[in-house]
């Protein structure tokens, strides 16, 4: 059995203003073709299909027409649950329609999937609260699903029934997979745990998430659920979240998160993105293979003290998307700044970052009256430059400009 593990999504982001979408329609379209060369019988997407809670017409559209497109008319299976930037309601609403195309859309833990069979054959043989068994036209043997999207600790109290305590959630987890394992997981069909959480290995490195990624709620307050939390039963872990490739744990089995299809942020430039290729068999390992993906921009940075260089580089890179930090002794020009704009139409950041000029700020700054205005404004720079540890000067566009807003007012 071929399975495609997939997650983060976050059709409709922009990248500041940028918009990512048609980078979007590309990857997911590389997707599609990834699933039909290599034959995938089911296709799991772990959380995060939109950005936010009111994805546009426009990610919509896009979400809708690439399930379909993977789920070949109903030949193969596709489960789509929550992430935490989704609104679970949201995800649930197109069901009734998604399932005559083998579509299972999963907003919440205890989400009980409806039976149904597709014209081609993809059917629901079993079904509980967080789980589901199907039966795929090409395998002798069926699809283990246990499907846990993101839940808030509020939403974990109320559909699994956890107590309040600092780990009680966690455990309760663990106790729910477990439950659903003993009664379903058996060495006759593939067992799989999909699930949009933060996990790291007990006494291991905490990974890192997405600095623009929206803190989590981990769950029972606690830091993470655990790699020991999992099942025995279980095969493989599908995750989602975290936007790098990274095997969290191997044991009791492999705990992956498959990565981003995009870079969404300067954090993750340089960074391959993957979908994960499962060739999986009942009582066996899985033997699981990530497959890079190629659309997209790339997201670069670069550093320079030379507004030249800069322009050059930018122009050598204008196909990708950038962020450029500028080293000087003072701050950036309104000329300088239009140069580097004009270079490139993908150029979403500009840093400053001011030389030091030495000395220490000085402490109970007396404000002299009887200064003139200028003085005063150039004083005032000074003692609240945080570049400059008390010695910056205004730029001289500074303050040709301060002196144009004084001119009006006076």
């Not at 590389?30 to 997407?45: G, L, M, P």
């Not at 039976?115 to 043989?125: D, H, I, K, L, P």
Request: aromatic fraction near 8%; glycine fraction near 6%.
């Amino acid at each position: 059995m071929k399975i495609l593990h997939t997650a983060d999504w976050h059709l409709g982001k922009r990248l500041d203003t940028f918009s990512r979408l048609e980078e979007q329609r590309e990857v997911l379209q590389e997707i599609c073709d990834i699933a039909d060369s290599e034959a995938v019988e089911a296709v799991i997407v772990a959380g995060d299909l939109f950005d936010n809670f009111n994805p546009s017409s426009e990610a919509t559209e896009l979400l809708y027409s690439t399930l379909h497109c993977l789920s070949s008319n109903g030949k193969r299976a596709i489960i789509a649950i929550a992430g935490n930037h989704d609104s679970p309601e949201r995800i649930e609403v197109p069901d009734a329609l998604a399932r005559a195309c083998g579509i299972i859309f999963v907003g919440y833990p205890n989400t009980e999937i409806k039976s149904f069979r597709t014209q081609a054959g993809v059917e629901v043989t079993k079904t509980d609260k967080g789980f589901v068994e199907l039966k795929l036209p090409e395998s002798p043997f069926p699809l283990r699903l246990i499907l846990t999207p993101y839940a808030n600790e509020l939403r974990l109290k109320k559909d699994l029934g956890a107590e309040e305590s600092e780990d009680a959630l966690r455990v309760h987890l663990q106790n729910h997979w477990q439950e659903l394992a003993d009664k379903y997981f058996d060495n006759q069909g593939v067992n799989i745990l999909a699930t949009h959480l933060f996990f790291m290995k007990k006494g291991g490195e905490q990974p890192e998430e997405p600095e623009d990624e929206k803190p989590i709620l981990h769950v029972g307050g606690a830091s993470a659920i655990y790699s020991e939390n999992i099942p025995v039963q279980t095969q493989y872990v599908a995750l989602g979240h975290l936007h790098r490739y990274q095997i969290i744990d191997k044991k009791p089995c492999p705990i992956v998160y498959s990565s981003s299809p995009l870079a969404y942020s300067f954090a993750e430039s340089n960074q391959t993105k993957y979908v994960v290729l499962l060739n999986a068999e009942p009582d066996k390992p899985i033997d699981y293979q990530p497959i890079a993906l190629t659309k997209g921009k790339k997201l670069l940075r670069g550093k320079f003290d030379n507004i030249d260089e800069a322009v050059a580089w930018l122009e050598e890179h204008s196909e990708d998307l950038v962020e450029i930090t500028i080293v000087s002794e003072n701050y950036l020009e309104v000329t300088d700044k239009r140069r580097l704009l004009d270079a490139h139409t993908g150029l979403i950041q500009i840093i400053p970052e001011i030389k030091s000029q030495g000395g220490d700020t000085q402490e109970g700054v007396q404000i002299d009256l009887t200064m003139g205005m200028e003085e005063l404004f150039v004083a005032y720079f000074k003692q609240h430059s945080k570049y400059g540890k008390g010695q910056q000067e205004p730029s001289k566009g500074l303050m040709a400009m301060f002196r144009e807003v004084q001119g009006e007012d006076d």
